[in-house]
């Protein structure tokens, strides 16, 4: 029943794009099929088309129902049915936040759905339907969950899944959720005072005292529910707040720049297998993007085509097997010290739009990197501006010969696992090369912090907000004098 080529990752991260480009509304019938038959294939093996008289219990251990009806595929996600009879509804309460829709007589009646969840700070959502919908047939007056939000109630308990305490669990949702993603290498753009806003998406506003919320999306909360419900990540409760714990120190003491590399990227229990997007047959929009767009030197993208470092995707998301020509993407590989493929980065050609995300189990020790010959290793946040600073000295008739790294935004896995790998041995620079804000600068110096003792860090930031706006507007004004 279940597809094991569609994990659970692939198919939430694709729900969250259609969601976030057609706003829960029918989509076309091409792409509506094609959502629907990836959600069945990614049907957890433990569950039923027709239902059954199994417990299911929230990831945290609360029933949830006894029985169910049936899985009901819509165009946005696979949800499990059950009436209030199967539904252990004395476990569930109304979603802080969401009594409106019961208690506003603007609202009460006219919803589509009231909002449940539980208190076991597992933080599921229960959908009880209201009224009909047109992308799903949920019958009103029943409970709706969606399928990866529950386990067998009878699963059987392995050593390895480890439970916490409401204790542990209070202290991962009041984690410093600025501190875990920069930690964690979420692109995040100071915004004002102690506020923040995702790089690349600007209606998601993050605060040191307030929590998040993403406004396109109505949704937000704690850290355990960013992990969960975020744009970068997909995780279950559980792991949620053991990724947490064991980045922000809380079960293993504190942490340094350099014990990060190993503690961060240490095995956890849903992560899922690296996924490399397909291929398309031609890299024409790739090299268009790169070269006419971005200007980056046309020789230097042919010559990462051919080494495998660059092509051109044509899937809908990350992980997805939908299929749109509006989506076509160039993907940025990385490759461990044994020249196996770990990392990918996939950014939208488009011109409008700003899609840009790692692929599912991309590994960050091994961003997009090019290997050099001397002493010195230039640290980048993104793979376009390490093309653009590289294309740069090319203009001017320099050679590229030192190493070039991109650390995926603001986290410093790939450089902590490059200096320690026997490819650094005659390093003795880092040039940080971050981007031109207050993000840029507090990683630039948190590098020469961590490394100062025992390299010669030097920062050196763009003229401009980053590199790539730098070879723009260098390119521009060289255009100006040569006309002249």
Known sequence: MSNLNISKEQAVKMQRGLAEKHKYKPLPPDLAREAIQTFKDSLPAFLKLDGSDDILKSQNGTDICRGYNRIVFGEYGAHIEFSSEQ??????????????????????????YTWWTTNDGSDI???????????ADYIPGLFYVSVFDVVKG??????????????????????????????LGVPLKKYSGSD?????????????????????????????????????????????????????????????????????????NNKPDFYMPKKHETNRRAVAYLCKTRKIDYLLVQKLIKEGKIYESNEYL????????????????????EGVAKYAFQRGTAKTGKFACDTTGSDKRYGFRIDGDTSIVHVFESPIDVLSFMSMQMLDGKDVKDTYISCGSVSTLGLDAYLKSSKAGNITEIHVRSDNDDAGRKFANKIKDGYSENYKVCLRQPRYKDYNEDLIKSTELKLVQFER
């Open 318 to 337: 990350s992980g997805s097997k939908i299929k749109n020509s509006k989506f076509y993407n160039v993907v940025f590989v990385g490759y461990d010290y």
């Open 125 to 135: 959502k229960i959908y009880k339907q209201e009224k009909p919908e047109q992308y």
């Open 154 to 183: 009878d699963a059987e308990i392995t050593d390895n899944i480890k439970y916490y305490s409401n204790k542990e669990i209070q202290e991962a949702r009041k984690a410093d959720l600025i501190d875990l993603l920069e930690r």
């Open 196 to 268: 923040y806003i995702h790089a690349d998406h600007d209606s998601l506003k993050i605060s040191r005292q307030k929590g998040w919320f993403w406004n396109s999306r109505d949704v937000g909360g704690n850290s355990i529910d960013y992990l969960m419900k975020g744009p970068d990540f997909s995780h279950d409760f559980r792991a949620a707040v053991e990724i947490i714990r064991r980045v922000t120190g809380l079960d293993s003491g504190e942490l340094n720049i350099k014990q990060k590399a190993e503690t961060v990227m240490a095995p956890l």
């Open 87 to 112: 539904g252990n509804v004395n476990n569930f309460r109304v979603k802080k936040g969401q009594e409106y829709r019961i208690n506003n007589p603007k609202y009460r009646g006219k919803v589509k």
